[in-house]
């Protein structure tokens, strides 16, 4: 354990906060999904690789930058969304085991796929601005370092949550999810339909988590196998926010972003994923509600 | 003859598993042989809480991780030998679980699952930066077994084979006592059960331990035949992925599925990874055979099975809804509970 200055530690925080708000996308269709089907999709973090590599071939392909390539990539993962719910998850009925282990065999599938594909070599999307950073001046001998891909991914990560919770809060679809949420045999009886609010869910969730994916891409590196380390990371962050809770998860990014960028000065980055890890633990023995979620140990 | 083969299969089968490394000398079968009744004991073990209670970890192999670690750790700072101390420091394992069970019994569900994945990946990370303990990520070596290298793997398969039988004694046991009653009126309705007397947190927590006792002695005697151990390997959510699926392709919740699971999965496992070469490809062919085990065949080989025949005598003999006791404590174990008779009587 070593410790910062001051000026160090105020750089690290405010980089933490711009992770944590990538990561806040990232994990938002995984925190909806479950608040309306119950399923923790463990799939989620290799589809979030899945669209990282569109990204990565578009971009090495044709040019195409990841900001401009989720326009088409969004889409398609939404229909992927919205068919795997149908054709595979609803078939199986809500044993949240069973369901666990289908989307954990998902995700080895993809990662196999995209690993016999494109090797084990990792990846990652370098553009012409991935290594310029934004200095910002903040009094005399304090000048904070902004990289404009982490400033990207924040900014757009707000754009993602500020249309997730008009889509929920405004429209008719956000408040037949919002009902199934809260409880779905009510929903139900008022004349919701469920399995298509399931799929669409499904669907958003997948589209988000493309969004994700694109501005993953561009921060960090990723082969086929990175999706192990990635859904332990999003279950630490959701089970924190509290499972279902897209504000719970909002907080949850942040803080742990602060807390694993603070963790990899102080001790080194080989230990600080066991932050993520203790975190999700504890969570899940100690307040299994998380922050702002419902109770979940009957999840 | 075929009533002569329902009786004594058993003792048949285990003649064909003595006499098998006889017949094929080279030292692949004797590999395959040892792979396919480590994941097969594994499963016999992980089936006790996956299958009689329903809780499903995929973070059972952070105790095959360890054990894989103290036996070695054993063997190069005391010189014990592997052969007994495997079954012992499992023990110790086992006493580990029985903490560790405590405290996960609380999660239900998805939130369990997601509990067993983080225990795994927490050991996995700690066996990989503790250097001083476990030599970090090139691991750690052993001295070999000290019989000639042309037995090769073969003492390893007969020490392994007695395991299983071991293990799945222990798992019949369990599932025709009280307590395995206990445990499948877990599965079938906790809060029912709770009510009906069963003591359902004492339940799962033994039940966890006992399920981590096998997978722990099948990573001692895994490391033994190693000689040399990693923590990629060691601490390997794979390996929980090979128990499951056994498991869930043999039937889950019986006795024998997770041994038939093991004896389809692993040579199948072997012939794609021949057949094909690169592993990434075997992992998304392993994928798409748990999605198809779960959507086409989610009980099991044996159930179904059993099912299947179930109805032809029906329609065939006079004794039509004539059932065995095993079959009825599948369905509903709570409720018999309720009769408040001890079982078995």
Redesign the interface.
């Known amino acids: 354990m070593s410790f910062p200055s001051i000026n160090v530690l105020i750089q690290v925080i405010v980089i933490g906060l711009l992770t944590g708000g990538v990561y806040a996308v990232m994990v938002s269709g995984l925190t909806l999904i479950?608040g309306v089907m119950?399923?923790?999709n463990i799939a989620h973090a290799a589809f979030m690789v899945l669209s990282a590599y569109f990204a990565y071939w578009l971009f090495s392909g044709f040019g195409i930058d990841p900001i401009l390539s989720m326009v088409a990539i969004v889409p398609v993962f939404f229909l992927i969304g919205k068919v795997t719910q149908h054709r595979?998850l609803a078939?199986?009925g809500d044993d949240?085991?069973?369901?666990?282990?289908?989307t954990?065999?998902?995700?080895?599938?993809?990662?196999?796929?995209?690993?016999?594909i494109s090797g084990?070599t990792f990846r990652t999307v370098r553009t012409g601005y991935t290594s310029s950073i934004v200095p910002v001046q903040l009094g005399s001998d304090l000048t904070l370092r902004l990289p404009v891909v982490r400033l990207t991914g924040f900014v757009a990560s707000f754009v993602v949550l500020g249309v997730l919770w008009l889509m929920l809060n405004r429209s008719s679809l956000g408040r037949a999810i919002r009902a199934t949420i809260q409880n779905s045999e009510a929903a139900q009886l008022v004349g919701v339909n469920i399995s298509r609010v399931r799929s669409t869910t499904f669907g958003i969730g997948l589209a988000s988590v493309a969004i994700g994916g694109a501005l993953f891409s561009l921060i960090f590196s990723f082969n086929?196998s990175s999706h192990?380390e990635w859904i332990?990371k999003m279950?630490?962050i959701i089970?924190l926010g509290g499972l279902g809770s897209l504000p719970g998860a909002l907080i949850a990014a942040l803080i742990l972003g602060v807390a694993e960028a603070v963790s990899a000065v102080t001790m080194t980055t080989?230990?600080s994923?066991?932050v993520f890890?203790?975190i999700?633990?504890l969570t899940?023995?100690l307040r299994?509600q998380g922050l702002m979620g419902a109770k979940?140990?009957?999840? | 003859m075929g009533r002569f083969v329902k009786r004594y299969w058993m003792f048949l089968a285990l003649a064909v598993l003595l006499v098998y490394p006889l017949l094929y000398r080279a030292p692949y079968y004797h590999v395959l042989g040892f792979n396919t009744l480590l994941v097969a004991t594994a499963a016999t073990g992980w089936n006790i809480l996956g299958g009689y209670t329903g809780y499903k970890s995929l973070g059972h192999s952070a105790f095959f991780g360890i054990n894989a670690y103290l036996v070695a750790i054993a063997a190069n700072k005391l010189g014990w030998d592997p052969l007994w101390s495997a079954p012992l420091l499992a023990l110790v394992v086992a006493s580990v679980a029985l903490v560790l069970g405590w405290i996960m019994a609380r999660a239900k569900g998805s939130a369990f699952v997601i509990a067993t994945i983080a225990m795994l990946l927490i050991f996995r990370l700690l066996a990989l930066n503790l250097k001083s303990v476990t030599g970090g990520a090139p691991g750690l070596s052993q001295p070999l077994a000290p019989w000639s290298p042309e037995l090769s793997r073969m003492p390893f398969y007969y020490y392994m084979l007695f395991w299983l039988v071991v293990a799945l004694l222990v798992s019949r046991y369990i599932r025709r006592s009280r307590f395995g009653l206990g445990l499948l009126a877990i599965r079938d309705d906790e809060g029912k059960a709770n009510m009906v007397g069963v003591n359902t947190t004492l339940s799962k927590v033994l039940a966890f331990s006992a399920s981590a006792y096998f997978i722990a002695l099948g990573g001692g005697i895994w490391s033994y035949a190693q000689t040399h151990i990693a923590p990629i390997f060691a601490f390997n959510i794979l390996n929980d992925v090979d128990t499951v699926l056994a498991t869930m392709l043999g039937g889950l919740g019986t006795v024998w599925g997770p041994v038939l699971g093991a004896f389809i999965l692993i040579p199948a496992a072997d012939y794609i990874l021949f057949k094909f070469g690169a592993s990434q490809f075997h992992l998304a062919v392993f994928g798409v055979l748990m999605v198809a085990i779960i959507l086409f065949l989610p009980r099991g080989i044996l159930p179904s099975l059993r099912d299947r025949l179930a109805a032809r005598r029906e329609t065939s003999s006079a004794f039509a809804g004539a059932r065995s006791m095993e079959e009825i404590s599948d369905d509903r174990a709570a409720d018999q509970l309720e009769v408040g008779e001890p079982y078995p009587p």
Do not use: N, Q
């Open positions: 479950f119950k399923i923790i595979i078939p199986v949240p085991g069973l369901l666990v282990l289908l954990f065999a998902l995700a080895i599938t993809l990662e196999g796929v995209l690993g016999s084990s086929g192990v332990s279950l630490a089970v080989y230990i994923p066991i890890y203790l999700l633990f899940l023995i299994p979940v140990r009957e999840g």
